[in-house]
């Protein structure tokens, strides 16, 4: 079961930066925080991912907070094709599987 | 363009049927992960094979089964098919068991588009 909790639905104009919250206070010392992103019945796309420093790469940031028990992923200028929902997933990184939640519903408007 | 080839796109066929969906995936990838994504569940972890062998099962119906063939495809076979079955499934690959460590990625394919009638 997915232990990462997100909120349900999120709006962005476009242009703004869309601040996706996560909260993982379950978090082993080495499990890493991905995030993904699935695009309207499109296969998930991989976007980041951190154990305890802050990550950045041409999508997104990552910002993890010291304790580890939360993350936010950054869109720094939102645009419409980041209307998706985003996931938030704990794991070590050699675990057979991702363990996928509900996500987070983000809607970029005009 | 992950890499990873899903097919049938779509699929339409009638309770009680068998189909096949195949998988092939990125080229070097030894890994490959079944997920099933109905409207009401979310995606599910179906299983994983790593080069060939079963490593990892999650909540995959007895009347599903899944292979890994030498050449590192994968066929999900559905049988005696259910209303319930509806769904997309979706394969992924990944060079080692889990997620690439170095990059956290599992690559997915765009998915098969299961209808039940």
């Known amino acids: 079961d997915a232990k990462t909790t997100q909120p349900t639905s999120m709006d962005c104009a476009e242009g703004r930066a869309a601040n996706l919250p996560c909260n993982h206070s379950?978090?082993?010392?080495?499990?890493?925080v991905y995030w993904y992103r699935q695009i309207h019945s499109q296969g998930p796309q991989y976007i980041i991912h951190?154990?305890?420093n802050n990550e950045t790469n041409e999508m997104a940031s990552l910002i993890i907070t010291e304790d580890r028990k939360s993350s936010t992923l950054i869109l720094p200028h939102a645009t419409l094709r980041d209307t998706a929902v985003y996931y938030c997933?704990?794991?070590?990184?050699?675990?057979?599987?991702?363990?996928f939640g509900t996500g987070t519903r983000l809607q970029v408007t005009l | 363009d992950s890499g990873v080839t899903q097919t049938p796109k779509h699929l339409i066929t009638a309770t009680g049927q068998r189909v096949t969906l195949r998988c092939s995936p990125r080229?070097?990838?030894?890994?490959v992960y079944w997920y099933q994504q109905s409207l009401d569940q979310g995606l599910q972890f179906l299983i994983q094979?790593?080069?060939?062998?079963?490593?990892a099962k999650g909540n995959i119906l007895e009347r599903f089964s899944a292979q890994q063939f030498p050449d590192l495809h994968s066929e999900l076979n559905l049988s005696s098919l259910e209303l319930g079955d509806s769904a997309l499934y979706f394969c992924?690959?990944?060079?080692?068991?889990?997620?690439?460590?170095?990059?956290?990625?599992?690559?997915f394919g765009e998915g098969s588009r299961l209808t039940v009638l």
């Open positions: 992924a690959s990944s060079v080692g068991q889990g997620a690439n460590w170095w990059t956290g990625e599992l690559f």
């Open positions: 379950t978090i082993s010392g080495n499990e890493y």
């Open positions: 951190g154990l305890k």
């Open positions: 997933i704990e794991n070590t990184g050699t675990a057979s599987k991702l363990t």
């Open positions: 080229s070097g990838d030894l890994s």
């Open positions: 094979y790593y080069n060939g062998e079963e490593r």
